[in-house]
């Protein structure tokens, strides 16, 4: 899965937090925020991947499956990242 970063015109860097960028050597770190849920459904028997307001989004058999959609869907250029940018806005 590649990694996608959004930079905004003051160059604040927007994407999903990973590992496998070690993003402290570009920088201080802020604004962490947690954009979605992939929780594991017993009645359902699937993984489903939901919004912060509790919406399933997605559901798979398989937890890493569910994590890359999310991953893919919730980055730069996925459908519910500007959903996502737009809530965490309205909190601050």
């Not at 912060?52 to 997605?58: F, P, T």
């Not at 569910?66 to 459908?79: C, D, L, T, V, Y």
Request: hydrophobic fraction near 35%.
């Amino acid at each position: 899965m590649s990694v996608i970063f959004e930079i905004d015109e003051s160059g604040n860097m927007h994407g999903l937090y990973t590992d496998e960028i070690n993003l402290f050597s570009l920088g201080k770190v802020t604004g962490v925020r947690k954009a979605s849920n992939v929780e594991f459904c017993e009645d359902r028997q699937v993984w489903q991947v939901t919004t912060l307001d509790g919406q399933v989004v997605h559901e798979c058999k398989n937890r890493e499956d569910a994590i890359e959609w999310e991953i893919a869907e919730f980055s730069p250029g996925g459908k519910y990242y500007e959903q996502e940018v737009a809530t965490n806005k309205r909190k601050e």
